[in-house]
């Protein structure tokens, strides 16, 4: 009886373990599947200029989703940077981190701005980025971007 019951439990801890993992899976599936068939899904390509240093150019990569009519949200990044952002008609906000390059310490960003359409899928941001650090204190940011 000891070695039918351990045997019970065994299959049944493997078969709580089979559904657990059916749960996760579906999960990813379910949400894979929303973003999929969302219609806004975009990636967006950029440069981007401090005002501070317009000799530096930093090219910017991230994802866009379009929901009704005006409103977006995504996340982009050039390799100091990354944020996710949100806007509404023209105003835009992001919070993000930027690394420094010297330590490789992480600090947070808020970003508040504005996006005006130049052309078809053609973009131009203006923002000020504010950080605590006092290397990244804040100023202003100008991006040119291309939405797919």
Do not use: H
């Not at 993992?21 to 219609?39: D, H, R």
């Not at 990044?77 to 919070?95: H, N, P, Q, V, W």
């Not at 052309?119 to 605590?132: P, R």
């Amino acid at each position: 009886m000891i070695g039918r019951n351990s045997s019970l439990s065994f299959i049944y801890s493997k078969i709580k373990m089979g559904l657990k993992m059916k749960k996760y899976i579906f999960g990813l599936i379910f949400i894979s599947q929303i973003l999929i068939a969302q219609n806004g899904l975009a990636p967006v390509l950029g440069m981007r200029f401090d005002i501070n240093n317009m000799n530096t150019v930093k090219q910017v990569v991230g994802v866009q989703i379009n929901f009704d009519g005006d409103k977006y949200s995504g996340f982009d990044t050039d390799g100091e940077y990354s944020r996710i952002f949100m806007g509404m008609s023209y105003a835009k906000l992001g919070i993000g981190s930027v690394s420094d390059e010297n330590t490789g310490e992480l600090t947070a960003i808020i970003t508040v701005g504005a996006t005006y359409n130049i052309s078809g899928a053609l973009n131009t941001d203006i923002e000020y980025v504010y950080s605590q650090d006092s290397a990244n204190q804040g100023g202003l940011r100008v991006a040119i971007g291309l939405q797919f």
